[in-house]
């Protein structure tokens, strides 16, 4: 008996070669994480303290670059604040909104082919023709928008030229091109369960009990996925604020700091400017790394406080 384990038990040359084989298979995989996530990653973190403009060696300064985020730089709190609004106000209406219209196209029995397509559409448009589009149809006095307005005798706001309006204004852009997170919506209330309606319908459930009893919980991990990847987008908010920015704008030093008044200058965006336009590669990898921190904490939150979360708990 023991001489029959042992003749089955591997040798060592075997597992060896079993090991390289696997080692093998995910060389690929392998060497695309060292090359392209963490080389990039420690070489950030690395150049955060030091300053650096790519052209010169870098040299070390420390907590200088973080100390200078914190305390002096005259317009990160702006970026800050403005990507904190995103975050806030856009996201949730970014939700609730792909939401909506997939609980509409869901009910659709006619065209609703149709429909799906016309509202992913906007989905497929490039970002920066995307953009672009929206700053001339919201143009002060001479856009569709506004002479739209004025035809039904209602205030038209100067949307990208006016601080307090260029934030709703993108944000109408997100909306408008959330056609793909309306599609991941539609398959999950695709997939609710017939019959549970149909039960919750014979006890007397109106159709709010239904969407909070059943809806809800059966796309619970489909509405965190949406929220979680929301929030990551919105935090990393760069290329429709710096469009409309360069667009409505006059000068470069109105397009780097976010016209109207720093209304658009996103976090990101001033990471781009510090990095690219500036060329304070140094500061600009702090920046990035304390997004990147700040991602990491929101997602766990978010995580954490929807861990226990179970469509019969949701339900109870």
């Not at 990653?41 to 650096?52: G, I, R």
């Not at 939700?95 to 429909?115: C, D, E, S």
Request: aromatic residues 12%; hydrophobic residues 55%; positive net charge.
């Amino acid at each position: 008996m023991a001489a029959t384990r042992a003749a089955a038990a591997p040798t060592v040359p075997a597992v060896r070669r079993r090991r390289l084989i696997v080692l093998a298979f995910l060389a690929p995989w392998l060497i695309g994480f060292a090359v392209f996530l963490l080389y990039p990653l420690v070489t950030t973190v690395y150049l955060s303290f030091t300053n650096s403009n790519m052209i010169s060696p870098a040299r070390w300064v420390g907590l200088r670059n973080y100390r200078y985020l914190l305390d002096q730089d005259p317009y990160v709190w702006q970026a800050i604040r403005n990507t904190g609004w995103l975050v806030a106000v856009m996201v949730p209406a970014q939700v609730l909104f792909a939401l909506g219209v997939a609980m509409l196209t869901a009910r659709l029995k006619a065209g609703a082919g149709i429909f799906r397509t016309l509202f992913y559409l906007p989905a497929l448009a490039p970002p920066v023709a995307a953009t672009v589009a929206f700053v001339f149809l919201f143009n002060p006095g001479t856009g569709p928008v506004d002479q739209l307005l004025r035809a039904l005798g209602l205030p038209a706001p100067l949307w990208f030229s006016s601080e307090d309006w260029s934030k709703p204004a993108l944000t109408l852009l997100a909306l408008w091109g959330s056609g793909s997170a309306m599609v991941i919506f539609l398959a999950a209330l695709l997939d609710v369960p017939a019959e549970l309606y149909e039960a919750a319908e014979l006890d007397g459930a109106g159709a709010w009990k239904r969407f909070v009893h059943i809806t809800l919980p059966t796309i619970g991990p489909v509405l965190l996925f949406s929220a979680v990847t929301a929030v990551i987008a919105a935090l990393q908010y760069f290329t429709q604020a710096m469009v409309a920015a360069q667009v409505a704008g006059n000068t470069r030093n109105e397009v780097s700091t976010g016209y109207p008044g720093g209304s658009t200058l996103t976090y990101s965006g001033w990471l781009y400017t510090n990095g690219f336009s500036q060329f304070h590669m140094g500061y600009a990898c702090a920046l990035a790394v304390l997004l990147f921190v700040a991602t990491m904490l929101f997602t766990l939150v978010l995580l954490r406080r929807t861990a226990g979360f179970t469509p019969q708990e949701a339900g109870a």
